[in-house]
C-alpha cells in the first residue's frame, strides 16, 4: 500500500521504535473523535499510514463481497504484493464469503523495476527516489504463499513470480477475473496490467478494479495509475463506472464492457 507523502515528495519512512514513539506521542490521541480510528499496533506497524489501512482493508472486503455478491465470474487477482498484508485481507474477505475463486498474486520479488520511461522518470516520487528499483521488495514466495493459506485452501492461491509483462502471458488462457488489485505504483507495470486484461478480454462484466496509488505523484493525470487508467480506457474504449475514493490515495471503478 501507498506511504503518506510529504509537499517534497518524499515518504515518510520510520523505524519501528519511531513509530512507536510517534503513536504514544500521537496528536490524534487528544481527539475523543480520533482516538478509535487505529491501534496501537497499528501505529506502531505503519505510522502516519495507519490512518489508511482501515478504509483500505474496508474497500478490499467491500471489492471482494461485491465480486461474490453481484455474481460476477472469474478469479480475483493482486498486482503488487509487498507485505502480503493486502493480499491477507482478500484472502479473509474471500475465505468471509465462501468465494467459489481463485486468488492470483503478482509480484516481481525483487521490488520495483528501474524506471526507463520518460513518464515514470519524472514522476515525483521516482526523481526522489522514494520508487526507486528495489523499493518495496516485501515477503518472498513462499512467505505470502503461507500467509494466504491461513485462509484459504491449498489450490486456491496462486503466486506468479516475475515482471507482470513476463508473468502475465504465463497466464491459461481463458482465465478470468471478477477483481484486480492493482499496486503497482508505477505507470508503465500498471499499463502492463492493463494492456493484458483488456487485449485477452480476461475482465469479466461488472468486475471491479482497485487502484492503490492512484492518488500518488499530486495526483496528477499525467502521471502512474491515473496515466495509465486513461489510456487503456482511451485504447480499448472501456466502459466503467466510478465507484468512488478510499483512504487518501485508493480509487475504484466497475467494468462493464470494453472492445479487444
Not at 489501512?53 to 471489492?63: D, F, M
Not at 512467505?143 to 492461491?157: D, N, R, S
Not at 505504483?185 to 462484466?205: I, K, N, R
Amino acid at each position: 500500500m501507498a506511504n503518506e507523502a510529504d509537499n517534497s515528495g518524499e515518504m515518510i519512512n520510520l523505524s519501528f521504535l519511531q513509530k512507536v514513539m510517534a503513536r504514544l506521542r500521537s496528536p490524534l490521541k487528544s481527539i475523543p473523535e480520533c482516538r478509535h480510528l487505529t491501534s496501537f499496533w497499528e501505529n506502531a506497524n505503519y505510522g502516519y499510514n495507519a490512518l489508511a489501512c482501515r478504509p483500505v482493508a474496508e474497500a478490499l472486503v467491500w471489492g471482494v463481497q461485491y465480486a461474490v455478491c453481484a455474481a460476477v465470474p472469474g478469479d480475483i487477482a493482486e498486482f503488487g504484493c509487498h507485505t502480503g498484508r493486502t493480499a491477507k485481507v482478500i484472502a479473509a474477505g474471500m475465505k468471509l464469503m465462501r468465494a467459489n475463486k481463485r486468488l492470483h498474486l503478482f509480484d516481481s520479488f525483487d521490488g520495483l523495476p528501474t524506471s526507463v520511461h520518460e513518464v515514470d522518470r519524472e514522476n515525483v516520487h521516482v526523481k526522489t527516489g522514494v520508487w526507486g528499483a528495489g523499493a518495496y521488495k516485501g515477503l518472498n514466495p513462499e512467505q505470502l504463499q503461507h500467509a494466504c493459506q491461513k485462509y484459504l485452501p491449498p489450490g486456491t492461491v496462486h503466486i506468479h513470480t516475475g515482471w507482470f509483462s513476463e508473468s502475465l502471458p504465463k497466464m491459461a488462457p481463458g482465465t478470468k477475473f471478477s477483481m484486480l488489485h492493482i499496486d503497482c505504483d508505477l505507470y508503465v507495470s500498471a499499463l502492463d496490467v492493463l494492456d493484458f486484461v483488456f487485449q485477452t478480454g480476461a475482465l469479466s462484466d461488472g468486475a471491479v478494479v482497485l487502484f492503490d496509488d492512484w492518488n500518488c505523484c499530486r495526483a496528477s493525470n499525467d502521471f502512474g495509475e491515473r496515466k495509465a487508467w486513461k489510456e487503456a480506457c482511451d485504447r480499448y474504449r472501456v466502459v466503467a463506472e466510478d465507484w468512488g475514493g478510499y483512504g487518501w490515495a485508493g480509487h475504484k471503478f466497475i467494468v462493464h464492457a470494453y472492445s479487444r
